[in-house]
């Protein structure tokens, strides 16, 4: 079983360039989630998709941050402009069901650095 | 007061040894706690979820669970150096109808052989 996609692996930008990540989830996986670490943090949630639907974007910054979910398996997350407090790891992940009863496949990340 | 709280370590502990992982949670009505392995470069791992009140074992892992103390625990049995990682505990909170996975900030365990 493939596990969940990320690209790029690495990015870096200058404040005020857009920048997007791409996730392709685990085939199969309705629920698909991006979260921000920060260095010497834990993960924290930015938004949470059901098949296509945004169940849960409350911690998204919706000033700068945008993201979709076509046809409910791929899933772009966008930053624009970014800010130098922006520079995380995005981590992508999936599972099959609800986060109670179903353990979340993360994948590599895209390290962001913005300068 | 933070939702999940851990101690940043790191906790250093002899290859061989019993490490004892802690964390403490706010939210009186959480029911589902997780812990999840994060390796340097890497990304989250479940490796035990626990429900109910006491003990769960899984080979070398023992979670533990109190609800009265909102104390869950994470014991690590013949530590390997390969145990080295940081170990993210993670509670479901409800919030407006929606179940959120919250993360505390790990606890960085480094085994020595």
């Known amino acids: 079983e493939a596990g969940v996609v990320q690209s790029p692996r690495y990015k870096i930008i200058e404040k005020k360039q857009p920048v997007a990540f791409w996730c392709n989830p685990i085939?199969?996986?309705?629920?698909l989630y991006w979260y921000r670490q920060n260095l010497g943090q834990g993960p924290e949630l930015l938004i949470r998709?059901?098949?296509?639907?945004?169940?849960?974007d409350s911690q998204l910054p919706k000033d700068r941050f945008s993201a979709e979910r076509l046809k409910g398996v791929d899933s772009t997350l966008k930053i624009q402009p970014a800010e130098l407090g922006d520079s995380a790891v995005y981590l992508c992940?999936?599972?099959?069901?609800?986060?109670?009863?179903?353990?979340?496949?993360f994948g590599n990340g895209t390290r962001l650095t913005v300068t | 007061q933070k939702e999940v709280e851990q101690n940043s370590g790191p906790l250093s502990v002899p290859e061989g040894a019993i490490a004892s992982l802690n964390c403490t949670y706010s939210d009186r009505v959480s029911q589902s706690f997780f812990w999840y392995r994060q390796y340097s470069g890497k990304s989250p791992e479940l490796i035990m979820s626990i429900y109910s009140n006491g003990d769960k074992e899984d080979g070398r892992f023992t979670a533990q669970l109190n609800k009265a103390s909102q104390y869950v625990s994470l014991l690590i049995r013949d530590s390997q150096p390969s145990d080295s990682a940081t170990y993210l505990c993670a509670v479901i909170r409800v919030n407006t109808g929606f179940q959120k996975l919250v993360f505390g900030t790990g606890t960085r365990l480094l085994v020595s052989p």
């Open positions: 085939s199969g996986h309705n629920t």
């Open positions: 992940a999936s599972s099959l069901g609800g986060v109670r009863d179903s353990p979340l496949h």
């Open positions: 998709y059901e098949n296509e639907e945004a169940v849960d």
